[in-house]
């Protein structure tokens, strides 16, 4: 079986998405890259149920290279952050977390990028812009995310959800967290009063932080 490692992976993955509640139901997809070759989630399949040999596995043009199942109908958003995005610090782009979590799902209908209420925003980048809504599965929704993602490792989709990649499903999963978190933050923060916010700047200064953060 071709990628079985990366299959394995997007199936505990899609499972963590249900058991952290960052969507309901069979909601959200993930993917993992390996060469050419992209294992993502099934449409419409229950994730406690899915198996390796449940994952398809397409070419980054789309065209499927081994499985029976149908990949999810957001796959021209992975595929469009596998051949046209560009990570910050040239990293590869090796996973794709896609959530409809319901904080940063909220905080996409009011605002157009996510306000700086904590430093770990910095996980995505100096700001987390919000991408204008568009239908789900469509090129013109992988065309939002791309101009909402430059120069960041995730965004919001409006009314949608959420996007995030990295060099690993561990990478992405771990952004697609920090940002629902900190979105869960602000709508506390703003139910509460006004919130205090930081500038630009400090956020700018923990990206740099961050480059050398963990065991390098």
Avoid: F
């Avoid at 925003?121 to 987390?128: E, K, Y």
Wanted: aromatic content about 6%; overall charge negative; some cysteine.
């Amino acid at each position: 079986m071709i990628l079985e490692n990366e299959r394995a992976a997007v199936c505990e993955y899609a499972r963590r998405l249900t058991a952290d509640g960052l969507v309901v139901g069979t909601s959200g997809n993930v993917s993992a890259r390996a060469g050419d070759l992209v294992a993502v989630t099934p449409t419409g399949v229950d994730y406690a149920a899915l198996t390796p040999a449940d994952i398809p596995v397409v070419d980054l043009d789309g065209n499927p290279a081994d499985g029976t199942l149908k990949p999810t109908s957001e796959l021209p958003m992975h595929l469009a952050v596998y051949t046209r995005a560009v990570d910050p610090e040239s990293a590869p782009v090796n996973a794709v977390v896609h959530t409809h979590s319901v904080h940063a799902t909220a905080v996409s209908t009011l605002v157009t990028e996510v306000p700086p209420i904590h430093y770990m925003l910095a996980a995505i980048g100096p700001t987390a812009r919000v991408a204008p809504y568009s239908t789900y599965g469509t090129t013109e929704l992988a065309d939002a995310m791309l101009a909402a993602l430059a120069d960041r490792r995730g965004c919001l989709l409006a009314n949608h959800g959420t996007i995030t990649y990295g060099d690993s499903l561990s990478s992405a999963y771990s952004r697609a967290q920090q940002l629902e978190w900190v979105c869960q933050v602000w709508l506390l923060a703003r139910s509460a009063g006004s919130p205090g916010l930081l500038p630009p700047a400090e956020i700018e200064h923990v990206v740099e932080k961050l480059k050398g953060y963990g065991q390098r």
